[in-house]
């Protein structure tokens, strides 16, 4: 069996709701990572891929053959705040900001002008979707993961243009996770989506790492 890999870098903060210590354990027994502004990370992802045998280049695959993956990365998990929908913490702060309700993601009108974003996301069978929210709603419990890009919005006063600044910073920037961001949640989620959309490659990924900090690391594989 051969096995390659490539590691990838991207600068992301998150907020660990799930976070609970257990004193008997850990000196620390604030649990500082729930905090919901969240904390970042220059996180490495390592995946490998695997193969039986080589293909007509003599390799398990050629390194660029995961450019697309790279390209999602820095799309849908650079510089974004990763929180969680199983957080009622975040669920609170999105609908104090009219942006849920229940399970339905919608924007809200600014000085009646209707707003549109692009959105990307990974659905529950890991595909990744592309599309446009304007005046329609989307419904959350279709996504495993769901961040978004270009908000914008006609503007005809000062104040809408703050407002419109103030939604296309936070929704550029937030990413919804189903479950908590550990790095173990995360490596689950990597080698699934990698699996799912590499397959017409003939190879498999074999396992996903991750670090957040130079110490620390998580690793999946099926
Ligand atoms: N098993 C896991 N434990 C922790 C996770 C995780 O995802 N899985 N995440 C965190 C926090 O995100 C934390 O910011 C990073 O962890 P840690 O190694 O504790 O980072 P520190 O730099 O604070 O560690 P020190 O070695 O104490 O300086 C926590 N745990």
């Avoid at 920037?173 to 961001?181: E, R």
Wanted: hydrophobic share 35%; net charge negative; proline share 4%.
């Amino acid at each position: 069996m051969f096995e390659i890999s490539k590691t990838f870098t991207f600068s992301a903060a998150h907020s660990v709701f799930s976070q609970q210590l257990n004193p008997k354990w850990t000196t620390n027994t604030y649990p500082k990572c729930r905090r919901l502004p969240g904390h970042g990370h220059d996180y490495k992802l390592t995946v490998y891929l695997c193969s039986e045998t080589l293909d007509k280049s003599q390799m398990v695959t050629d390194f660029h053959h995961l450019s697309w993956f790279k390209q999602f990365l820095d799309r849908c998990f650079d510089h974004k705040l990763i929180l969680s929908l199983q957080d009622s913490g975040t669920l609170l702060f999105l609908k104090k900001l009219n942006l849920i309700d229940d399970d339905v993601f919608s924007l809200p009108e600014i000085e009646k002008m209707k707003p549109s974003v692009k959105f990307y996301g990974v659905e529950t069978d890991f595909s990744f979707v592309s599309g446009e929210i304007d005046v329609d709603a989307i419904d959350l419990s279709r996504f495993i993961y769901l961040t978004f890009d270009n908000f914008s919005c006609p503007a005809f006063s000062e104040k809408s243009v703050v407002e419109i600044d103030f939604y296309q910073r936070l929704l550029d920037g937030i990413a919804l996770f189903k479950y908590s961001p550990t790095s173990e949640q995360m490596a689950k989620f990597f080698y699934k989506f990698i699996n799912k959309n590499i397959e017409p490659l003939g190879v498999r990924c074999s396992r996903v790492s991750i670090s957040e900090t130079e110490t620390s690391c998580a690793t999946y594989s099926e």
